[in-house]
């Protein structure tokens, strides 16, 4: 739930919940820090990062723009494709959200090449979603960018690269975990697991950074914590969480997997060394991948 307010301001790309001049400063600093982290942390690992190269793994990599009638944009996105089943069967479909700041060609790296090789014939295919600079996957004044996603990204690349309509799962980094995790919440008939990994998440409107949402109302509406902590959410759907130690998101993460578990919800939940940078999401995405890849598996 949002604290209550004196004032909210009208600005399009953001806004701050002060109720004391003291504390809104120190909120502001806070949010502000963590979002130069997080870019930082994006900025050196596409930085530092060796050139990918899908074909070394057996995996082909297709690049194209799906313009969005909802946005009124047209949109760079990335389908990754694991070699066809021998048998013709349609593999699943993995929808794989980026963080801040990021993009779709920056997901499209080695350690998820290698995964999905290392998956084998439960590996799904993989839209890597265009989310904007910070647009955290949700409908707002800038768009319906949660909606973009459901109805126009999911049967695209259903189309484009020929995945099982029946079978998609949908997660993401950061930024693109807590759109995941928001968006499988919102459409649960749709998707079939749904995994946030650093998703960057706060108990309040006023701990969020500029851009992440209009006001008070939008935070509102997509207050994922809120919404475990109230009830059950997701159902029988299979949720995985994991964070790094040294994550800012980690106090938020771990009561988001500790409320979706006291309400019976099917959650896997790890801490792990690490902060939130490239460099960590790199070393556990071979485990990413298995676990949509069985959650799609037992799909029905």
């Known amino acids: 739930m949002v604290e209550s307010v004196r004032r909210v301001p009208t600005r399009s790309r953001g806004f701050s919940l002060r109720p004391r001049r003291r504390r809104g400063r120190r909120v502001v600093a806070t949010a502000l820090a963590l979002v130069v982290l997080v870019a930082a942390g994006f900025a050196v690992w596409h930085i530092l990062r060796p050139t990918p190269n899908p074909g070394r793994y057996g995996i082909r990599e297709v690049r194209f723009d799906l313009h969005s009638r909802l946005l009124h944009r047209t949109l760079p ?3 990754v494709l694991p070699p066809p089943l021998p048998d013709g069967r349609h593999r699943p479909l993995l929808v794989f959200l980026h963080g801040r700041g990021g993009t779709p060609q920056g997901q ?12 084998g014939p439960l590996a799904p295919d993989v839209i890597l979603a265009n989310g904007g600079d910070h647009s955290y996957y949700h409908d707002r004044a800038d768009g319906p960018w949660g909606t973009y996603v459901v109805k126009e990204v999911v049967p695209d ?3 484009r690269l020929d995945a099982d309509p029946g079978r998609v799962a949908i997660g993401g980094v950061s930024m693109g975990g807590f759109g995941a995790l ?3 919440r919102l459409w649960p008939n749709r998707f079939c697991a749904a995994g946030g990994h650093s998703a960057a998440m706060w108990r309040t409107g006023g701990e969020t950074p500029e851009g992440a949402f209009d006001d008070a ?3 509102a509406r997509n207050d994922i914590l809120g919404a475990v902590e109230a009830r059950d959410v997701y159902g029988s759907m299979p949720v995985w969480i994991d964070v790094g130690r040294q994550d800012p998101f980690r106090s938020a993460d771990t009561a988001f997997a500790r409320a979706l578990r006291e309400h019976g919800g099917r959650v896997t939940f790890h801490v792990w060394p690490g902060s939130h940078s490239g460099s960590y ?14 959650a799609l598996a037992a799909c029905r």
């Open 77 to 79: 996105e990335v389908g």
């Open 108 to 119: 499209a790296t080695d350690a998820l090449f290698a995964a999905l090789r290392a998956a």
């Open 157 to 159: 690349a259903i189309r």
């Open 182 to 184: 928001d968006l499988a």
């Open 217 to 219: 109302a939008d935070f």
């Open 281 to 294: 999401w790199a070393s556990h995405m071979t485990q990413y991948v298995a676990f949509y890849a069985h």
